[in-house]
DNA sequence: TTGATACTGTAGCATTGACTTAAGTATTGA
DNA sequence: TCAATACTTAAGTCAATGCTACAGTATCAA
């Protein structure tokens, strides 16, 4: 880890990188389930499922409220927004210097060209 | 894991997972780079950047090339728009539940209000 | 040809991560 | 009240990760 205090964007990614977390927020897009609807299609114990969803939570990546016995899940939007944005950016600079590029090649061509 | 075959979209978010290796995405977005170049602002050993390396390009994020003794390296900008993608996806499906709601909310407001 | 540069590759090691099992605690429904 | 349900929490295990150190190899420049 580069830094100790980890950052939103860190947990996030981080969140993320797990197949079944990814699972469990495809699940959530179609809407709020519960730890044992999320549990359900996964192959490991609920226990695991309550430990992915921590981290998931502490990403910022789902929240939670629990009714009676039944936990309800929700996918938090914003924190997606986030991730979304970050390599949004990354794909901006990267067209920034693209096009600097070929702004470069355009402009010296006749010269270039022997 | 839950798949032992990691999928390509896998190996991307586990690569983008560390903080190390999205500095190096961040200093490739703004235009190719050698090993060297990528490794100085890191805090760590060149041998550890070029694990790193490996991973970005495993997951297809990154290319390299090399000449002579310098290996140069680009960020892979298809890779980078199939996570977006993903994250694009969830969204888009969160946001069609979220519509279904309001329409029956509005749809249904009449007859539920007391 | 010789020393510096720019990696490359492997071994080892401490930590983290993804589980399971097992033993709870509230809620609910009969 | 009592069993089933829906989690919750704590160990403990074992593999994967993120490093470092160290020993190369292949250029390049003088």
Redesign the interface.
Known sequence: ???YQA?P??LA??A?????R??M??R????PASVSELAEP??MTLSAVVQHLKILEEAGLVSSRKTGRVRTCT?E?AA??K??S??????R???Q?YDQLETYLSENSQEESH
Do not use: C, H, Y
């Open positions: 880890m580069l830094q950052q964007l860190d990614f981080q993320l990188s797990d197949p079944g990814r699972a927020v495809e959530l897009s179609r809407g996964l192959p996918l939007i997606m927004t991730v979304e970050w390599i949004a950016e990354r794909k600079f990267w067209n210097q």
